[in-house]
DNA sequence: ATTTGATAGTTACCTAAGCTAACTATTAGC
DNA sequence: GCTAATAGTTAGCTTAGGTAACTATCAAAT
C-alpha cells in the first residue's frame, strides 16, 4: 500500500479516537468541540471577529454565528466595542476564562496523555510536518 | 505555550483542512466521508461485519447501519451469507469495487498532493508516531 | 433439551455541527 | 452620493454521531 494511504487511514483514525477522548473531557463542563476550539482560539488571542474566526477554523459564518450564540448564552464570552459597527468583536469574559483554564488542564491531561512516550523533538518535527501539509491545503484555496 | 499544545492546535487544522478537501473530492462521485471510509475498509480487507466496522471506525452500531444501508441503496454493496445468522457479512459489489479505484485515484492525488515534499521516510515515521498516539487512546478505552 | 445470557443488527429519536441561499446593516471606493 | 464589498444573521437542509429499547440468533450451563 503506498505510504500516503497508510500515512492518512492512520491519521484519520487517531483523529477520530482523539476527537472521542476529548468530547468526553469536554461534556464534563458542558462543553463541545466547537465550542472548544473558539475558547482555544481566543486563549491564544485575546479577541476575534466572526469572520476571523470562520477563516480560521475554516468554517462558514452561519456555523460560527451559532457557536458563539451558545457561548455567549452561557456566559462565556464578552462584547468587545470597535468603531466598525458591521463587525462583532468578542472575548472571554470572566467567567470563561476561569472555566478555560479548569478545562486547559483537563485537555491537557489527555494530549500529554496521548503524547507520553513521543520526545519533544519528535513532537516538534511532526508538527513541523503537519503545518506545511496545512500549506499545501492552504493554498489550494487561492481563490479566496 | 506547550508543545503538545502546539501539536494538537495543528493536528486539528490540519484535519479540518483535509476532511474539506477530501469531501469536495468524495462529492464529485456522490460519495460521503463515512461511506468512503467503509469502502476503503472494504479494500483492505475483502468483508466485514457491521460490528467489525463499528469497532474499526469506533462508532456506534446504528451509525454503521445507516452509512451500510445507503451504499447498499447506491449498490455498491453485496452481501456475503455466512453460517451465523445474526451477523450481516458485507463486500464491495462489482459496481463498488469499479467505483472504488476511480474515487482512489482522486484520492491518491489528494494525499500526495498534501504530502509532496515530505520524503516517504518522514511519512513512515510520522505514521509511526500516529499509531503509537492511537495506541495509547485504545488502552484508555480497555473496558471493552 | 431448555433456559439463560450474550451478541448482531435494527428502529426511533435526539443532537452537534457542517452547508447554502437569501437577507440586513454597515463601510469603503470611486 | 451611489455602488461594491463586507460582517453578521436567519431559515432550513444534511451528515453523522449518540442512547435506549427492541428482535433474532447463537452459545453455554444446567
Redesign the interface.
Given at each position: 500500500?503506498?505510504?500516503?494511504?497508510?500515512?492518512?487511514?492512520?491519521?484519520?483514525?487517531?483523529?477520530?479516537?482523539?476527537e472521542?477522548?476529548l468530547n468526553d473531557v469536554l461534556n464534563d463542563y458542558g462543553l463541545y468541540r466547537a465550542q472548544w476550539?473558539i475558547l482555544?482560539y481566543l486563549a491564544?488571542n485575546e479577541s476575534a471577529t466572526l469572520v476571523e474566526l470562520a477563516h480560521y477554523?475554516?468554517?462558514e459564518k452561519p456555523t460560527i454565528t451559532r457557536t458563539i450564540t451558545r457561548l455567549e448564552n452561557i456566559g462565556y464570552l464578552s462584547h468587545v466595542p470597535g468603531k466598525d459597527r458591521r463587525e462583532k468583536r468578542v472575548e472571554m469574559s470572566e467567567s470563561g476564562a476561569t472555566l478555560y483554564v479548569e478545562v486547559r488542564k483537563a485537555v491537557?491531561l489527555l494530549?500529554?496523555?496521548?503524547?507520553?512516550?513521543?520526545s519533544?523533538e519528535?513532537?516538534?518535527e511532526?508538527?513541523r510536518?503537519?503545518?506545511?501539509?496545512?500549506h499545501?491545503?492552504?493554498s489550494?484555496e487561492q481563490p479566496l
Open positions: 500500500m503506498k505510504s500516503s494511504q497508510e500515512f492518512f487511514q492512520q491519521f484519520v483514525l487517531l483523529y477520530r479516537s482523539f472521542h477522548h476550539s482555544h491564544k477554523l475554516r468554517v491537557d494530549e500529554e496523555g496521548i503524547l507520553s512516550g513521543i519533544v519528535q513532537q516538534q511532526t508538527t510536518i503537519m503545518k506545511q501539509m496545512h499545501h491545503l492552504i489550494k
